[in-house]
């Protein structure tokens, strides 16, 4: 099929891929009177009286906002927020469809910091989380964490931790076929942007002890005088060893390879120089930093890509519908890493160790048993780590 195709004529056709169904029926005088005016009035003064009765009394208990400023959509880069709502009601439609939670795509005409996070801000009381998507770095960075000090409804920047968690159970899988631990293996990341950095933070999290890197110019260092101010924090906690040296240096030795940066960037070469039964995870899209059939030949153990149309997928889709599930039924305040972390370990969970193979160490997207899985997992660990309020 040819996709791009066959998917403008049916959007043409759909005219937006979600719409706005009513709870309520107002088929007579008596239920417009309800639902309406003026019995509607007393909803809003118990509302007035106690904020957090709008869980309760409105839809605002599954409802999040999907925003962008269309700045990094897909593989399409700068594009505008218009261009992005494609995407956008997308998302909106894989929250419910995997999860049963109402979303609602934002797109805002806006790329500065302040503006966006003021947006966000003020119509925060409208929803129970917010979904951060197709930011460019380094500014998703700032916004997700000024909106984390600034609101008390979950933020969730999706390109960052959704890619993250997903990874992270691909690891702990594959961790077991190879039989080697966590804490014992040399990581390679190679792209330093939003996905590279949350990725490294959830594996520093889970017991990682040595991970290299990579931006452009090679492995990142808290001593390079050059280095960029998006790097700062990410250096001071990966590199321990202040390692010099390009990717290719970095991957010598190296026990796993996680790719979130550029096409085939990685040799069948550099394939060969890791470690025996080599974990590799590229995840570039569409095309990989090195295609599966390329880093098998190289002796590869496990391939991981992003893409749907090779053994394990790295595929948020796995993650977010279930973390925000879990979230909004305990109406949580954040999406901590304890969460992220034990979403990871749900998802890896549903493969059980009899079904554990080299080709299959994450669950399809159509699982339908994992976004209950993470709901649970995320809902237990808010509560854990006292971000739940009810």
Known sequence: MDYAKESLKKHYEWKGKIEVVPRADVKTTEQLSLAYTPGVAQPCLEIKDDINKSYDLTR???????VTDGSAVLGLGDIGPEAGMPVMEGKCV??????????FPLCIKSQ????????IKLISGSFGGINLEDIASPRCFEIERRLK???????????????AVVALAAIINALKIVKKDLQDCKIVLAGAGAAGQAIALLLLKLGAQEILLCGRNGIISSDDPNIKPAHVDISKVTNRGRVKGTLAEALVDADIFLGVSAPGIVTKEMIQMMKED????AMSNPVPEIWPE???AAGAKIVGTGRSDFPNQINNVLAFPGIFRGALDVRASDINDEMKVEAAKAIASIVSDEELTPEYIIPKAFDLRVGKAVAK?????ARATGVARI
């Open 60 to 66: 605002r208990w599954n409802l999040i906002a999907v």
């Open 94 to 103: 894989l929250f419910k469809a995997f999860a049963d939670v109402d979303a």
């Open 112 to 119: 500065n910091v302040d503006e966006i996070v003021n947006t």
């Open 149 to 163: 000090e600034e609101t008390d409804i979950p933020i969730f920047h999706d390109d960052q931790h959704g890619t």
């Open 278 to 281: 080599p974990i590799v995870l």
């Open 294 to 296: 390329d880093a098998i």
């Open 377 to 381: 997992a995320v809902a237990e660990a």
